[in-house]
């Protein structure tokens, strides 16, 4: 069931209609049911592996606040008994006990995922023989994995660091881990944000619905009208790019980057028009990620929640580590003040942009993305002094439109680039595919014939040319400051009505609707 | 080394030159600090002040000026 079948807006309207006609105690229990209908739906018996780490992680949590609580009394009771080398050991060993149980609530789950996602390409590239690779070949990967095992984990990191209590509800805390909306690609919410909206009723405001229906209207044009559509062309390149030159292989670039920011965009545009129906406020994951001027900036615009988790849980945790803090000093006392502060960044910095590259999944290209984001940040940070001294020199006004325009290209072009890598068969073919970029440069006659043998033809290059330059229009009013939406609220009801059809209509009409049916989302697979 | 706010602003103009951090009340929500730079300013105020800075305290609210950020440190130098 994609979110994008006929079958899901049937199962959305009886979930909101049921939602809002319950009462307020039972609204949440709605969600929970709806959630755990939805994954049975698309994960069967695989279903036992989101109720296991619903299961540990959930204890887990409790036992930590348990054993702080229990130690808080103790201290309190006895502190007048104890000296301060006995307060100091008991506190120790308090910390202690509580690292290990949050250890063993990590690893539990880290482990589980690590096995379902990774364990058959560590096989692969460890040599073992084929026997042993093909006996895992029963391996599914329940849907959802990636997501919902960070999200868990980030709530019982918080629970251990005291951010917040344990959750001692067990069901409500399933619909936390579980809510449908955000079990497909996200995004990875954090439990004070997102928990107690789930928990607490909504009523329905008219205003409210209209607003969620417009945003899930425009997420499914991303979707099903730009991100369907340029698939039809990348698709065919990417499968056999020995046949295209340079041209046919950028204009593929240039569209598997349109086509995965319509997929995954658009697909949270949904969840999160949904969820503003319901009355549920979600993590935005997107914030016009082509409007960036460097790497880095892309990645607090780009898949935010994901970025978000690992700079908390990852990225922080190491820089201020202990072992962190020597090698810092070490740095520092062999390099200088500049390189001993900033290595220790980097090496952080590719920590945590593996992390992420893997977390997408099992291959080689995916590490290849991990290390290419971290490396270039990485490298951007070293070489600030000398881009400084490259500004002065050339007195180049970074404040001007030009520039800024010329960053943004830049970092479109590179990221293309590396996201072409990627999204080929392997690494050695999307080389081979930015190699024939240099040596064949072909021509438009080659350009526009592959354009028709891809099944997009001359209409529908035109309506995905158009549909992009739309999307880039609405994109440039929001970087601008306009709410769109608000905006079009704020209009009288002819105007209104006009949008909500106009966008029905071009969903529609132009929608792509190929023979095997609506594609599924990209990010599903992770 | 005991906090001064002077000693702070001499911190941030390391690590970003050129911007008033006098005036300025909002760099993190302005996308002045990013995580990067929280990073390595959180590092440099550990070592430089001999305090200990947990992921907690890397909030918003406590580097989006100087004044806060001087708040932040004399607070854990008083712990």
């Given at each position: 069931?994609?979110?994008?079948?006929?079958?899901?807006?049937?199962?959305?309207?009886t979930?909101?209609?049921?939602?809002?006609?319950?009462?307020?105690?039972?609204?949440?229990?709605?969600?929970?049911?709806?959630?755990?209908?939805?994954?049975?739906?698309?994960?069967?018996?695989?279903?036992?592996?989101?109720?296991?780490?619903?299961?540990?992680?959930?204890?887990?949590?409790?036992?930590?606040?348990?054993?702080?609580?229990?130690?808080?009394?103790?201290?309190?009771?006895?502190?007048?008994?104890?000296?301060?080398?006995?307060?100091?050991?008991?506190?120790?060993?308090?910390?202690?006990?509580?690292?290990?149980?949050?250890?063993?609530?990590?690893f539990?789950?880290?482990?589980?995922?690590?096995?379902?996602?990774?364990?058959?390409?560590?096989?692969?590239?460890?040599?073992?023989?084929?026997?042993?690779?093909?006996?895992l070949?029963?391996?599914?990967?329940?849907?959802g994995?990636?997501?919902?095992?960070?999200q868990?984990?980030?709530?019982?990191?918080?629970?251990?660091?005291?951010?917040?209590?344990?959750?001692h509800?067990?069901?409500?805390?399933?619909?936390?881990?579980?809510?449908?909306?955000?079990?497909?690609?996200?995004?990875?919410?954090?439990?004070?944000?997102?928990?107690?909206?789930?928990?607490?009723?909504?009523?329905?405001?008219?205003?409210?619905?209209?607003?969620?229906?417009?945003?899930?209207?425009?997420?499914?044009?991303?979707?099903?009208?730009?991100?369907?559509?340029?698939a039809?062309?990348?698709?065919?390149v990417?499968?056999?790019?020995?046949?295209?030159?340079?041209?046919?292989?950028?204009?593929?670039?240039?569209?598997?980057?349109?086509?995965?920011?319509?997929?995954?965009?658009?697909?949270?545009?949904?969840?999160?028009?949904?969820?503003?129906?319901?009355?549920?406020?979600?993590?935005?994951?997107?914030?016009?990620?082509?409007f960036?001027?460097?790497?880095s900036?892309?990645?607090?615009?780009?898949?935010?929640?994901?970025?978000?988790?690992?700079?908390?849980y990852?990225?922080?945790?190491?820089?201020?580590?202990?072992?962190?803090?020597?090698?810092?000093?070490?740095?520092?006392?062999?390099?200088?003040?500049?390189?001993?502060?900033?290595?220790?960044?980097?090496?952080?910095?590719?920590?945590?942009f593996?992390?992420?590259?893997?977390?997408?999944?099992?291959?080689?290209?995916?590490?290849?993305?991990?290390?290419?984001?971290g490396?270039?940040?990485?490298?951007?940070?070293?070489?600030?002094?000398?881009?400084?001294?490259?500004?002065?020199?050339?007195?180049?006004?970074?404040?001007?439109?030009?520039?800024?325009?010329?960053?943004?290209?830049?970092?479109?072009?590179?990221?293309s680039?590396?996201?072409m890598?990627?999204?080929?068969?392997?690494?050695?073919?999307?080389?081979?595919?930015?190699?024939?970029?240099?040596?064949?440069?072909?021509?438009?006659?080659?350009?526009?014939?592959?354009?028709?043998?891809?099944?997009?033809?001359?209409?529908?290059?035109?309506?995905?040319?158009?549909?992009?330059?739309?999307?880039?229009?609405?994109?440039?009013?929001?970087?601008?400051?306009?709410?769109?939406r608000?905006s079009?609220?704020?209009?009288?009801?002819?105007?209104?009505?006009?949008?909500?059809?106009?966008?029905?209509?071009?969903?529609?009409?132009?929608?792509?609707?190929?023979?095997?049916?609506?594609?599924?989302?990209?990010?599903?697979?992770? | 080394?005991?906090?001064?706010?002077?000693?702070?602003?001499?911190?941030?103009?390391?690590?970003?030159?050129?911007?008033?951090?006098?005036?300025?009340?909002?760099?993190?929500?302005?996308?002045?600090?990013?995580?990067?730079?929280?990073?390595?300013?959180?590092?440099?105020?550990?070592?430089?002040?001999?305090?200990?800075?947990?992921?907690?305290?890397?909030?918003?609210?406590?580097?989006?000026?100087?004044?806060?950020?001087?708040?932040?440190?004399?607070?854990?130098?008083?712990?």
């Amino acid at each position: 069931m994609t979110f994008a079948s006929l079958y899901f807006i049937f199962f959305i309207i009886t979930v909101c209609t049921l939602y809002f006609a319950v009462p307020d105690g039972m609204k949440w229990i709605v969600l929970l049911i709806s959630s755990y209908f939805f994954y049975f739906l698309l994960s069967s018996v695989w279903t036992v592996f989101i109720l296991f780490t619903t299961a540990t992680v959930f204890i887990s949590a409790i036992a930590i606040e348990r054993i702080t609580e229990h130690s808080t009394e103790y201290l309190n009771k006895n502190k007048e008994l104890m000296d301060e080398e006995q307060v100091k050991a008991y506190k120790a060993k308090t910390k202690r006990i509580k690292k290990y149980t949050l250890l063993c609530g990590l690893f539990a789950n880290l482990g589980i995922l690590i096995f379902l996602k990774y364990g058959k390409f560590l096989f692969e590239n460890i040599n073992l023989s084929t026997t042993h690779i093909a006996s895992l070949n029963w391996i599914i990967l329940p849907v959802g994995i990636s997501f919902y095992t960070f999200q868990a984990l980030g709530y019982l990191i918080d629970v251990y660091r005291g951010k917040y209590k344990a959750d001692h509800n067990f069901f409500k805390f399933s619909l936390f881990l579980s809510f449908f909306l955000q079990i497909i690609q996200g995004p990875i919410s954090r439990y004070d944000e997102l928990a107690l909206q789930l928990y607490k009723p909504h009523r329905f405001y008219y205003a409210r619905a209209q607003n969620g229906i417009l945003l899930m209207l425009w997420g499914y044009f991303k979707k099903l009208v730009i991100a369907d559509r340029a698939a039809l062309y990348t698709s065919m390149v990417f499968e056999n790019y020995i046949e295209y030159a340079g041209i046919e292989i950028i204009l593929a670039a240039i569209l598997y980057t349109l086509q995965i920011y319509g997929d995954f965009s658009g697909g949270i545009d949904i969840i999160r028009g949904i969820a503003q129906i319901l009355g549920i406020d979600m993590a935005l994951n997107f914030k016009r990620p082509f409007f960036a001027r460097t790497v880095s900036e892309f990645w607090r615009r780009w898949h935010i929640s994901l970025g978000s988790w690992t700079k908390d849980y990852i990225f922080y945790p190491l820089i201020l580590s202990k072992g962190f803090a020597r090698f810092r000093k070490q740095m520092g006392n062999a390099l200088g003040h500049y390189l001993g502060k900033t290595i220790p960044v980097c090496v952080s910095t590719i920590i945590l942009f593996l992390v992420i590259g893997i977390w997408h999944g099992a291959s080689w290209n995916y590490v290849f993305y991990g290390l290419c984001n971290g490396g270039i940040i990485s490298l951007g940070l070293l070489l600030e002094p000398v881009f400084d001294k490259v500004i002065k020199i050339t007195r180049l006004n970074t404040g001007s439109r030009a520039w800024s325009v010329f960053q943004m290209i830049r970092t479109f072009v590179v990221l293309s680039i590396v996201r072409m890598i990627v999204n080929a068969k392997s690494l050695s073919a999307g080389f081979s595919m930015l190699v024939s970029i240099g040596r064949d440069w072909g021509n438009m006659n080659a350009l526009k014939k592959a354009i028709i043998a891809s099944g997009m033809g001359k209409w529908g290059a035109v309506v995905l040319f158009t549909a992009a330059l739309v999307m880039l229009l609405v994109e440039v009013l929001q970087e601008n400051g306009i709410h769109i939406r608000e905006s079009i609220s704020r209009q009288n009801v002819i105007v209104r009505w006009i949008t909500y059809y106009g966008l029905i209509f071009a969903i529609l009409f132009f929608m792509m609707d190929s023979s095997d049916g609506i594609k599924e989302f990209i990010y599903a697979q992770f | 080394m005991k906090v001064t706010i002077e000693k702070i602003y001499e911190i941030l103009n390391e690590i970003i030159p050129g911007i008033d951090f006098k005036i300025e009340t909002k760099l993190v929500d302005s996308d002045i600090l990013d995580s990067f730079d929280i990073a390595t300013l959180a590092a440099e105020l550990e070592d430089i002040f001999d305090i200990e800075i947990t992921v907690n305290d890397l909030v918003p609210e406590n580097f989006n000026s100087g004044l806060s950020i001087y708040e932040l440190v004399l607070n854990r130098q008083n712990e």
